[in-house]
């Protein structure tokens, strides 16, 4: 129906042909497409252009801030770095002075035990001889006594107290010369 409407207002000429090149129409056309952009640029394009400077302005900002924040990253994970191996020389330092104090130490107390041990020995050895040469003394006076008893019982006299340390003295010579 719409198309046998459509083909009566062609035939009865009330309506041009579509491919009909008409002037007054093209112009009018015309100048409602360049009216209709002078509108969209004035109160379009300007801000869309705006709009767009504006945006591309915060992506240059944004990727300048993101570098600066990329070195700053970097500056500090380096810094980081430095101080992790400042501290890995630095407890390797103190492990090195603390072997260095504990062998010092055990030195030392080596030192210190082998001088006590000598100083040990020593005495032991000086309370040996003393005990040593005490026994021998006393073996002596128990032999001069028990020999001048002997002495006196055999010669018939009693010896008087200088002849008996004379004869002591001789005899602790003579052992310990002997011995």
Same mark, same amino acid.
């Not at 072997?99 to 030392?108: F, G, I, L, R, W």
């Not at 006590?116 to 003394?137: M, N, P, S, Y």
């Not at 006076?141 to 010669?155: K, M, Q, R």
């Given at each position: ?14 309506? $041009? ?9 093209? @112009?009018? $056309? ?22 767009? +400077? ?8 944004? /990727?300048?801030?993101?570098? @600066? ?8 994970? &380096? *810094?980081?770095?430095?101080?992790? *191996?400042?501290?890995?020389?630095? =407890?390797?330092?103190? /492990?090195?002075?603390? %072997?260095?104090? =504990?062998?010092? *130490?055990?030195?030392? /107390?080596? =030192? ?5 041990? #000598? %100083? ?7 309370? @040996? ?17 028990? &020999?001048? $008893?002997?002495?006196?019982? /055999?010669?018939?006299? $009693?010896?008087? %107290?200088? +002849?008996?340390?004379?004869? @002591?003295?001789?005899?602790? %010579? #003579? ?5």
């Amino acid at each position: 129906m719409l198309n046998q409407s459509l083909a009566g207002l062609i035939a009865s000429g009330a309506a $041009s042909p579509p491919l009909e090149l008409r002037v007054d129409t093209l @112009i009018f $056309s015309l100048l409602i497409f360049v009216g209709l952009l002078a509108v969209l640029f004035k109160f379009a394009w300007t801000p869309i252009v705006e709009g767009l +400077d504006a945006r591309e302005k915060r992506m240059v900002d944004d /990727i300048e801030a993101a570098r @600066i924040a990329k070195e700053q990253a970097e500056a500090q994970l &380096a *810094a980081y770095q430095e101080k992790m *191996a400042g501290a890995d020389g630095e =407890a390797s330092a103190l /492990i090195a002075e603390a %072997k260095s104090t =504990a062998n010092d *130490a055990k030195e030392k /107390i080596m =030192a210190e035990a082998a001088a006590e041990a #000598q %100083k040990t020995r020593e005495r032991a050895l000086a309370e @040996i001889e003393a005990a040593k040469t005490a026994a021998v003394r006393d073996l002596a006076e128990s032999s001069v006594d028990s &020999a001048v $008893s002997l002495a006196g019982s /055999i010669v018939g006299r $009693s010896l008087d %107290k200088s +002849d008996h340390s004379a004869l @002591i003295e001789k005899s602790l %010579k #003579q052992f310990t010369t002997g011995a």
